[in-house]
């Protein structure tokens, strides 16, 4: 399988130093909590960390992303591991070489999830709902806004039924988040990775596994510039 090996589009992450910090005082705060709990509602953690609840919300889609928490519609935040990997707290740079090697694993991780996903008739519901909430908010965003959400690639992983793919995948996102985060900029757009995740899906329904797998491959296996 072969791809025309572009750049990831950077998007700086607005008020970079103000994500980060609510990012690591809800991840601090998660690491004291149980499974299952309930994270304060927004409004009184905005008010907590003295911060927008745009800010509070790209934080919170940041560790559901990564799987320490699950946001509920109508119901709220769980915690659902509460600490970080070992492996991600050891490795929090935001070095081009690093950036790099970490798109080299995730790419490779990604294609795996795809493949597997292939040959067996399976229920696409769940992902399309999550495409669709995405629609939702983005219906209401305007400009381009930098994306580190993978909750898509995530749900895909699941779908194999590898526990042990999950979470090494799981420990690859959080510092694909962490070392984006570091940097200060995004891979590219939010609108234009929801893009990209759609023609994956298709692809999927379709059954056309070698297509989606391209279509990985263009998504996640991008060159680092300009950083």
Do not use: C
């Not at 008020?15 to 994270?39: I, T």
């Not at 090697?101 to 790419?107: D, F, N, P, Q, T």
């Amino acid at each position: 399988m072969t791809t025309d090996r572009g750049a990831f589009a950077l998007v700086p992450i607005p008020h970079v130093d103000v994500y980060e910090a609510v990012l690591s005082q809800l991840s601090a705060l998660v690491a004291q909590m149980h499974p299952g709990e309930r994270l304060p509602a927004e409004r009184e953690l905005a008010e907590q960390l003295a911060v927008s609840r745009v800010s509070l919300r790209e934080a919170l889609r940041s560790l559901e992303s990564v799987g320490r928490i699950e946001i509920r519609r109508n119901a709220g935040s769980f915690v659902l591991e509460p600490r970080t990997n070992p492996i991600t707290a050891r490795l929090k740079t935001a070095d081009g070489a690093t950036l790099g090697h970490l798109i080299e694993v995730r790419a490779a991780l990604e294609d795996r999830v795809v493949a597997m996903l292939g040959g067996t008739d399976r229920d696409w519901d769940a992902v399309e709902a999550l495409l669709e909430a995405t629609e939702g908010e983005l219906a209401h965003e305007h400009g381009p806004i930098g994306s580190l959400d993978v909750r898509f690639e995530a749900m895909l992983a699941r779908m194999t039924g590898n526990p042990l793919l999950v979470e090494l995948q799981k420990a690859v996102h959080e510092l694909w988040v962490d070392a984006w985060g570091a940097a200060g900029s995004a891979p590219g757009a939010r609108r234009d990775f929801h893009r990209e995740h759609r023609q994956i899906l298709n692809a999927l329904r379709a059954g056309n596994i070698a297509d989606a797998r391209t279509l990985m491959a263009m998504h996640v296996d991008r060159a680092v510039e300009g950083l």
